[in-house]
C-alpha cells in the first residue's frame, strides 16, 4: 500500500492557496522522491488555474514545463498533482477521465469547504485512495 508523506508546512501552503483561489480550483504540481511504497513530497509548485472554474483546472504546459525542469535539476521526481474542490476531496468525473492520462500520478485534492486532503491513485484500473500521512 502506498503511502504519501506531506510536511504540514505544505498542508499549510495548499490550504493557504485554495483559500486565496476559492471558490474557483488551486492546482499545483507536486515533486519528491519516491520509494517502492512511500512518496514523500519534497517541493510545491503552484500555477493559475487556467480556467478559473470551480469544478475543472488546467495548467498553462509552460508552467509544466518550467516546474519539471526545475525539480529535474534539484534531484526530484514527479509525484502527482493536487488542486482544490468547493465540494467533498473526491474525484470528479473529469478529473477521471484526467487520471487516466497521467499514469501513475497521484491526485491530491484538498476540500475547501470541508478543509480536508485525500490522495488518489489510479492503479490497475481502478482508483484506489493513498494513505496520508502528515508530519
Ligand atoms: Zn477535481
Redesign the pocket.
Known sequence: MLILRLHSHYVDLLKQEAEKVHPV?ACAMLFGNLSRNEVVVEKVKFAPNELQSTV?FEIDPTNVTAAFTEAEEEGLDFIGLF?S?PAPAS??P??LKYMKLWGDALWL?LSSTEGNLAAYQLSDGTVKEVTIRME
Request: glycine share 0%; hydrophobic share 20%; proline share 11%.
Open positions: 480550483e475543472r488542486h474542490h474525484p470528479s473529469i478529473d485534492i
